[in-house]
T-cell receptor, first 112, second 115 residues
């Protein structure tokens, strides 16, 4: 069965500092991997996705993620966070005709 | 493009009644839609996969007689929570699968409160 682990429930980062959110997955085949962001009262917004090819994926809002098969990881990074990045971040695996399996999410807090 | 809407955005109903939630793909056709449930401060859990013109496929542990799903057209799927109980109170989110990119686009969610 597929699963996603986001080991950090909360992360606090100072505005302007770099960010890395961790995601590890378990999947039987080549995974489709996603990062979504959910702001309070908002729907899910796709930040980026990995289907195949280049393992470094660029997304919206200055985010990027790197797929590392050997580590079963798909960590999300941003070189300099903004206060507006405060939100809940979800890593997910699956896709296509299958539903997505989500991690438990990481709550990002931005300190001024 | 690729906009998914849900209606209503929030609903309060009394215990024992039924409530219907609609999920529409506004600018594309979706043969497959998904329904997820999200408890407060928790992750999304897939409830069922809805395919146009056929029966929905439910995840293990999801009561199909309680959560009725109908995918009547290529742009509309509905979730009906029957005989609702307070423990059914949750945030229900749908998504629609696009054929072009194979990715899911999510609706804004429906918050259900059962009193």
């Amino acid at each position: 069965a597929q699963s996603v682990t986001q080991p950090d429930i909360h992360i606090t980062v100072s505005e302007g500092a770099s960010l890395e959110l961790r995601c590890n997955y378990s999947y039987g085949a080549t995974p489709y991997l996603f990062w979504y962001v959910q702001s309070p009262g908002q729907g899910l917004q796709l930040l980026l996705k990995y289907f195949s090819g280049d393992t470094l994926v660029q997304g919206i809002k200055g985010f990027e993620a790197e797929f590392k098969r050997s580590q079963s990881s798909f960590n999300l990074r941003k070189p300099s966070v903004h206060w507006s990045d405060a939100a809940e971040y979800f890593c997910a695996v699956g896709g296509g005709a299958d539903g997505l399996t989500f991690g438990k999410g990481t709550h990002l807090i931005i300190q001024p | 493009g690729a906009v998914v809407s849900q209606h209503p955005s929030w609903v309060i109903c009394k215990s024992g009644t039924s409530v219907k939630i609609e999920c529409r793909s506004l600018d594309f056709q979706a043969t497959t839609m998904f329904w997820y449930r999200q408890f407060p401060k928790q992750s999304l859990m897939l409830m069922a996969t809805s395919n146009e013109g056929s029966k929905a496929t439910y995840e293990q542990g999801v009561e199909k007689d309680k959560f009725l799903i109908n995918h009547a057209s290529l742009t509309l799927s509905t979730l009906t929570v029957t005989s609702a109980h307070p423990e059914d109170s949750s945030f229900y989110i749908c998504s629609a699968l696009t054929g072009k990119t194979g990715e899911q686009y999510f609706g804004p969610g429906t918050r259900l409160t059962v009193t």
